[in-house]
């Protein structure tokens, strides 16, 4: 097995053991893109890595997911998480640890689990926890109504085994209501507003979006057999 180890800026200090000295170790820019990541997933001299162990935020991995993605390497590469926020939607998705210490074990050492791999029709992957506040709309979780109106939020996250999992959420004299689904995509129809995708802001609001899961799954390390 080749691993290396890839921190961003997010990441608070050093490596807790045993990722501080057995590993190569390449520091990265906030959400790393190709010009990064395209010579360390194919360098030149040595072999490839089959296991990336990464440092930093929720869209630092995504960013790391979406090259193996593009570049065709995720049924090849393992990937790990060392979440920076103790609140990371990827941790809380996919019950990771976020303790450095216990993160950095099972990321040396822990077995790689095929989760589903959500992408949506922008060209962007989602990881952890997709969001649109408010909302005003129609929305379908495969041939399932979830919405039609208004919500405070829409969540998504990815689910196992289908693929996602959309949460609709009002508040009303009522209290809290929520309406879920589970299912292989989610299409919304909405008066423009702004897409959060692993916490970052789209450029553009949008009156359309579509999640959908990938045909390939995600070989996450999650220390399941």
Request: glycine share 8%; net charge positive; aromatic share 4%.
């Amino acid at each position: 097995m080749t691993s290396l180890v890839l921190t961003c800026p997010s990441w608070p200090g050093r490596l807790p053991a045993p990722l501080d000295s057995a590993l190569p170790v390449r520091a990265l820019p906030e959400r790393p893109g190709r010009d990064e990541l395209d010579p360390l997933l194919a360098p030149k001299d040595g072999p490839a890595p089959d296991r990336l162990v990464v440092a930093g935020s929720d869209a630092d991995l995504a960013a790391v997911v979406l090259r193996l993605l593009r570049t065709e390497r995720l049924a090849e590469v393992a990937v790990a998480f060392l979440p920076s926020d103790p609140n990371s939607a990827v941790a809380d998705t996919w019950a990771l640890p976020t303790d450095p210490a216990t993160a950095a074990a099972l990321a040396r050492y822990g077995e790689p689990d095929r989760v589903p791999l959500v992408r949506d029709d922008a060209g962007g992957v989602l990881l952890g926890r997709g969001e649109l506040r408010p909302i005003r709309g129609v929305v379908y979780c495969d041939d399932q109504l979830v919405l039609r109106g208004q919500a405070s939020r829409l969540v998504v996250t990815p689910a196992a085994p289908v693929g996602v999992e959309v949460r609709a959420v009002r508040f009303g004299l009522l209290g809290r209501r929520v309406r879920a689904a589970l299912g292989r995509a989610v299409q919304v129809g909405c008066l423009a507003t702004t897409v959060v995708v692993d916490g970052v802001p789209q450029p553009r609001p949008v009156s359309r979006w579509t999640w959908y899961k990938h045909t390939e799954d995600l070989r996450l390390v999650r220390g399941l057999g």
